[in-house]
């Protein structure tokens, strides 16, 4: 099987079918992400102070979730992989500045660009002014891009995988990245148990819990 | 604060559980619209459309913002319909878990209008961010993350970098 409503194809006969499709998956996408908590910029934000991790749990379960949902339906040629590979194409130090500069962003606003949608939806108005930003970011780049000259396209590495990388079978690049998690889910755990026993043993939490 | 009697607030999904059912959501998106999940490419649309209301001239000199009403308003792209239904899937959660109320998200000693200054310059950052790396969270990270691409992984390690590092400076907004 290979998509049913590829998006560059929208424009045919079957694109409001697509369209309505996207509303659907828009739907599930912003209602787990509100019942993952993560509409509340304090619970986002938990993990970069070292208290709640849940944004790397969540972030690496959904990872290995749908990666091995990839993996496994190509590897029984039901699903074109490297046709959606070519999607995303690896420009290393764009990406590598845009992440650092991102990171930087969702830190000082308390959300990233999709889940400000959910705080907003959920009546955050800083949910929404951090929306506001990403509107004005991006005119922005988009104003000053030819100013960045060949940096935006600089580190091409075209559609470029880790198993390609590694020079190993998809399969076992998968289990790497299991294991990978796993690792980061153990580190994760202890990391807040440290932090819970630390502010438990330095008198009243500077914090408190609504 | 209303308290219902039937739900905690506080009370999330458990975060495994949370990530199985996203990653079922990305899952199911990539197979069916051959393409993952993405959030800053609405907000640019709908920032060019904006932008083509009041000077539709500038907005056809600028190759980047030209590309986006080339052949269609900005607002027609289903990544556009995606973030409105993320709207609706946010509201509804947040409806049915009886955590629907209007406030600024802030530490109990931070101010209103300081913290929303920090969440639209943090909002700047990262739609500027966003398009120069192809992707936010959603875009890059989780849906190119799943498929192994080496760019999609460069940049979540970026993000949780360039996130530990800024982190001292403005904790204060959560005290």
């Given at each position: 099987?290979?998509?049913?409503?590829p998006?560059?194809?929208l424009g045919?006969?079957?694109?409001?079918?697509?369209?309505g499709?996207?509303?659907?998956?828009?739907?599930?996408?912003?209602?787990?992400?509100?019942?993952?908590?993560?509409?509340?910029?304090?619970?986002?934000?938990?993990q970069?102070?070292?208290?709640?991790?849940?944004?790397?749990?969540?972030?690496?379960?959904?990872?290995?979730?749908?990666?091995l949902?990839?993996?496994?339906?190509?590897?029984?040629?039901?699903?074109d992989?490297?046709?959606?590979?070519?999607?995303y194409?690896?420009?290393?130090?764009?990406?590598v500045?845009?992440?650092?500069?991102?990171?930087?962003?969702f830190?000082?606003?308390?959300?990233?660009?999709?889940t400000?949608v959910?705080?907003c939806?959920?009546?955050?108005?800083d949910?929404?002014?951090?929306?506001?930003?990403?509107?004005?970011?991006?005119v922005?780049?988009?104003?000053?891009?030819?100013?960045?000259?060949?940096?935006?396209?600089?580190?091409?590495?075209?559609?470029?995988?880790?198993?390609?990388?590694?020079?190993?079978?998809?399969a076992?690049?998968?289990?790497?990245?299991?294991?990978?998690?796993?690792l980061?889910?153990?580190?994760?755990?202890?990391?807040?148990?440290?932090?819970?026993a630390?502010?438990?043993?330095?008198g009243?939490?500077?914090?408190?819990?609504r | 604060?209303?308290?219902?009697?039937r739900?905690?607030?506080n009370?999330?999904?458990?975060?495994y559980?949370?990530?199985?059912?996203?990653?079922?959501?990305l899952?199911?998106?990539?197979?069916?619209?051959?393409?993952?999940?993405?959030?800053?490419?609405?907000?640019?649309?709908?920032?060019v459309?904006?932008?083509?209301?009041?000077?539709p001239?500038?907005?056809?000199?600028?190759?980047?913002?030209?590309?986006?009403?080339r052949q269609?308003?900005?607002?027609?792209?289903w990544?556009?319909?995606?973030?409105?239904?993320?709207?609706?899937?946010?509201l509804?959660?947040?409806?049915?878990?009886?955590?629907?109320?209007?406030?600024?998200?802030?530490?109990?000693?931070?101010?209103?209008?300081?913290?929303?200054?920090?969440?639209?310059?943090?909002?700047?950052?990262m739609?500027?961010?966003?398009?120069?790396?192809?992707?936010?969270?959603?875009?890059?990270?989780?849906s190119?993350?799943?498929?192994?691409?080496?760019?999609?992984w460069?940049?979540?390690?970026?993000?949780?970098?360039?996130?530990?590092?800024?982190?001292?400076?403005?904790r204060?907004?959560?005290?």
């Open positions: 099987m290979n998509s049913l409503f998006f560059w194809s045919d006969e079957r694109r409001t079918l697509g369209l499709l996207a509303v659907l998956f828009g739907i599930a996408f912003g209602f787990v992400l509100e019942r993952a908590g993560f509409g509340q910029a304090r619970k986002l934000m938990g970069f102070y070292g208290r709640d991790m849940t944004v790397l749990k969540v972030m690496f379960t959904a990872i290995v979730t749908a990666m949902g990839v993996v496994i339906l190509s590897g029984v040629g039901l699903f992989l490297q046709g959606v590979q070519l999607r194409p690896t420009f290393l130090w764009p990406m500045a845009g992440g650092l500069v991102l990171g930087a962003g830190v000082i606003s308390g959300y990233c660009p999709g400000s959910v705080a939806a959920s009546g955050k108005i949910g929404l002014a951090t929306i506001g930003g990403v509107v004005v970011g991006s922005l780049y988009a104003e000053l891009e030819l100013a960045l000259g060949t940096f935006p396209v600089s580190g091409a590495l075209g559609s470029f995988t880790l198993p390609q990388w590694l020079g190993l079978p998809a076992v690049v998968a289990a790497a990245v299991i294991g990978f998690a796993l980061a889910f153990l580190g994760a755990e202890k990391v807040e148990r440290i932090v819970a630390r502010r438990a043993s330095t009243p939490a500077p914090v408190a819990r | 604060m209303s308290e219902s009697a739900s905690d607030p009370r999330f999904w458990n975060p559980a949370a990530g199985v059912a996203l990653g079922l959501v899952l199911a998106t990539h197979l069916v619209m051959g393409h993952g999940l993405g959030a800053v490419t609405a907000s640019y649309r709908l920032g459309a904006t932008l083509d209301t009041v000077a001239g500038h907005v056809r000199s600028v190759p980047a913002l030209a590309e986006v009403v269609r308003s900005a607002l027609d792209h990544l556009v319909f995606e973030v409105l239904g993320m709207v609706l899937g946010g509804l959660g947040a409806w049915s878990a009886g955590r629907l109320s209007r406030e600024v998200a802030r530490g109990p000693t931070f101010g209103a209008v300081p913290r929303l200054a920090l969440a639209a310059s943090g909002g700047v950052l739609g500027f961010a966003g398009r120069l790396a192809r992707g936010c969270t959603s875009g890059q990270a989780l190119g993350g799943a498929l192994l691409s080496v760019g999609s460069a940049f979540m390690f970026s993000v949780f970098a360039g996130g530990y590092i800024t982190a001292y400076f403005v204060r907004q959560w005290r």
